[in-house]
């Protein structure tokens, strides 16, 4: 894990592998093609102020992402200077934006994987710099490195994540920037385990061990947890749980995840789709399809990272994460298309497709969620590859049943670094689910199949609940190359997004 500590320290005499500093691109009449931003003085002053045209000579522009590597000037106890673009220098008297602090932190972390100590000298000026800065270096600073043989060796096959961060320029004794920090090492490290367990093959993380993994994490952070095994599920008439698994030799879960505050106001549910892994059942997907479908417990991980991420805060809010988990087999005790499951809320749904399974168990969770009555539930799910072709492979779609909560949760992703897009619940759409046989079917119109979806869910949410659905799956698993902190494979999408939700109902700023 990496460590992260705000520094006083002097550039010149810092012991470090390596120092990280900005480059932009010049926006002002006078500022030229490259500007080297606020915190890279020293290194500036050790090159004569002539820093920001030696970059230029090695082809740097300071475009977002971009790194250039040079030597260290004389003096330097630190070896290498690493210059990472920031996108265009802000205007007169503005300040850099968080976003582009996180994802300069995160490229700089990532180029220096395999390093053991890198300082970041960054433009920090107060604690949100402080916090996006330390984000999106941890971030960044993620490897799924389990499978991989680290030991030095010429065929080793991966490297370690840089090991340790320091924030130049930071004051370790102001309130505010180690709050901003404190918060920004929690979130990062439960998200980047949120990444872990969708980056883990389907043998080794099935709906049991999933669970025992949210077990150890809540026994360790004062969370109550309570596990539903495939009998208790049975006992309990959660058939969209049980129908989903009923192919699989290893059994469904629902697990709850209890955080609570002795002061809170307001209560949340997060509910996520687990399925630990998705075959598509009898209607089995096609080759080419299925190689990543590990990642199709995304929604659970980020449920089950935000719920930890909320304890470790100790946020004045109570919240209750549900996670579905299920693995989707086909065999002779699969559920077949033209099966009826009858759902835990007592509805019944004809299974048209049994590759649209995920709705099936958020139902479920859905329902029991509703019956605890909470202020908003919100749920997140790699649902559709119709939001996929919507929304491309870095945006999630947000629908809701309330206009005004999916425009809060829109705008507390974007504040976060999260993109995000309001999507609608077409009233016309829903006659396309209309069953002969039971009171729906889990498939409606080809065309808005994410929206088509939305509205399934909307069925199973208890009267007068605010709530809102997450469709993740474009951004939750990147299978193109690494950008900004953001890793290949697992990304941990919706979990910052869910906890600055948590944030804001705590401080009353949500409704």
């Known amino acids: 894990m990496t460590a992260l500590t705000l520094s006083t320290a002097a550039v010149p005499g810092l012991r470090a592998d390596a120092l990280v500093i900005g480059v932009a691109k010049g926006s002002r009449p006078a500022s030229g093609d490259l500007v080297v931003a606020p915190g890279a003085e020293a290194v500036d002053k050790a090159y004569d102020g002539t820093l920001a045209g030696v970059l230029e000579t090695l082809g740097a522009s300071g475009a977002e992402g971009e790194v250039t590597k040079l030597p260290a000037p004389a003096g330097f106890r630190t070896p290498l200077v690493l210059a990472v673009g920031l996108g265009t220098e802000p205007a007169e008297g503005d300040a850099y934006d968080a976003e582009a602090l996180r994802r300069a932190a995160g490229a700089a972390a990532r180029a220096l994987s395999g390093a053991k100590k890198a300082a970041f000298a960054l433009p920090l000026t107060d604690a949100a710099d402080a916090g996006a800065i330390a984000e999106g270096a941890l971030l960044g600073s993620y490897a799924f490195v389990a499978y991989k043989d680290l030991v030095p060796a010429k065929k080793k096959t991966g490297k370690a994540p840089l090991a340790e961060i320091a924030l130049l320029g930071g004051k370790p004794r102001d309130k505010a920037q180690k709050a901003a920090v404190e918060r920004a090492v929690a979130v990062a490290e439960e998200l980047n385990r949120a990444r872990d367990l969708i980056n883990t093959p389907p043998n080794d993380l099935d709906p049991e061990a999933f669970a025992a993994v949210a077990q150890a994490a809540a026994k360790e952070h004062g969370i109550k947890v309570q596990v539903l095994d495939e009998k208790a599920l049975a006992k309990g008439g959660y058939g969209g749980i049980l129908g989903v698994g009923a192919g699989s030799a290893a059994a469904p879960r629902l697990v709850k995840l209890s955080y609570t505050h002795g002061k809170a106001k307001k209560h949340l549910a997060f509910v996520g789709k687990g399925i630990t892994y998705d075959s598509g059942g009898i209607s089995l997907k096609p080759a080419g399809h299925n190689e990543t479908m590990k990642c199709d417990m995304s929604g659970a991980a980020a449920v089950f990272a935000a719920v930890v991420a909320a304890a470790r805060l100790g946020l004045e809010v109570n919240v209750t994460g549900w996670l579905a988990l299920a693995e989707n087999m086909p065999s002779g005790s699969a559920t077949r298309p033209g099966d009826v499951l009858h759902m835990y809320s007592g509805k019944t749904v004809e299974v048209l497709n049994t590759d649209a399974e995920g709705r099936l ?136 997004t869910l906890v600055r939700l948590a944030e804001l109902t705590a401080a009353g700023d949500l409704g």
């Open 361 to 496: 168990v958020l139902a479920d969770a859905l329902w029991a969620a509703s019956a605890e009555k909470p202020d908003a539930i919100v749920d997140v799910a790699t649902l559709t590859g119709a939001m996929v072709l919507a929304l491309g492979n870095r945006t999630f779609g947000v629908m809701a049943n309330d206009d005004a909560f999916r425009a809060a949760i829109v705008d507390a992703a974007e504040e976060v670094g999260e993109a995000s897009w309001p999507m609608p619940l077409p009233e016309h759409l829903r006659k396309g689910m209309d069953s002969p046989t039971a009171d729906i079917a889990n498939m409606g119109e080809r065309m808005g199949g994410g929206l088509v979806a939305g509205l399934f869910l909307r069925e199973f949410v208890g009267e007068g609940i605010t709530w809102a659905h997450l469709d993740i799956a474009g951004p939750a698993f990147n299978e193109q190359g690494p950008f900004g902190y953001t890793p290949k494979g697992g990304t941990g999408s919706g979990v910052r």
